[in-house]
């Protein structure tokens, strides 16, 4: 069974500090990763998808993919209220067919 | 607008009844997937489908159905024999040469 791991937290940052959250998986064919936001009693949404090893910037948020370590990791600088959330890994499989996810970690961020 | 909606947004079914839930998308998008998630818990895959007329079964597909009669439409059935039917389910689409998917609302389905 391919997987993906995270902690499900929750993790508490304060504002206008870095947050960050992990993620690890077990199929050594993944070659995209994806982190989804996701709010309570909501959908998620992609935030950043990366596909080779480094780091990739969008805004305040940077994703970091290290293959020979299968560790995947996202960066959210100045980090807002509105980002608390539930952050969920996902690895692709079935080359590149479907997607598994991580279980998510809760992010708060705190006043 | 381009997008992915389902129908309904809360449903509510008796023991024994059969339920389906619709998942259409105007993304021209060619493959299609139903997601369920429950509470505190990842998204298990239950069925996909990467063109019309044919799907597979994910990890969960027992005491599920689904359909794939239109590029745009993948109807996803809970059906009676599914024995804790209680979630959260999510449509997902993606293009055919991406791998990124896109998640529609999604419907809760509580079982009374």
């Known amino acids: 069974q391919k997987e993906v791991e995270q902690n499900s937290g929750p993790l508490s940052v304060p504002e206008g500090a870095i947050a960050s959250l992990n993620c690890t998986y077990s199929?050594?064919?993944?070659?995209?990763f994806f982190w989804y936001r996701q709010y309570s009693g909501k959908s998620p949404e992609l935030i950043m998808s990366?596909?080779?090893?480094g780091d990739k910037e969008d805004g305040r948020f940077t994703a970091q993919l290290n293959k020979a370590s299968q560790y995947v990791s996202l960066l959210i600088r100045d980090s807002q209220p509105s980002d608390s959330a539930t952050y969920l890994c996902?690895?692709?499989?079935?080359?590149?067919?479907?997607?598994?996810f991580g279980t998510g970690t809760q992010l708060k961020v705190e006043l | 607008d381009g997008g992915i909606t389902q129908s309904p947004k809360y449903l509510f079914r008796k023991e024994g009844q059969n339920v389906t839930l619709s998942c259409e998308q105007n993304?021209?998008?060619?493959?299609m997937y139903w997601y369920r998630q429950d509470p505190g818990q990842g998204l298990r895959l239950i069925y996909y489908?990467?063109?019309?007329?044919?799907?597979q079964k994910g990890d969960i597909a027992e005491g599920y159905s689904v359909s794939r009669e239109k590029k745009e439409s993948f109807p996803l059935t809970v059906t009676s024999a599914q024995k804790n039917p209680t979630a959260f389910y999510l449509c997902?689409?993606?293009?055919?040469?991406?791998?990124?998917?896109?998640f529609g609302p999604g419907t809760r389905l509580t079982v009374l």
């Open positions: 996902a690895a692709s499989t079935g080359g590149g067919n479907k997607l598994t």
């Open positions: 993304l021209n998008h060619d493959a």
């Open positions: 997902a689409s993606k293009a055919g040469r991406g791998d990124t998917q896109y």
């Open positions: 489908s990467q063109i019309v007329n044919d799907f």
């Open positions: 990366i596909y080779s090893n």
């Open positions: 199929d050594r064919g993944s070659q995209s």
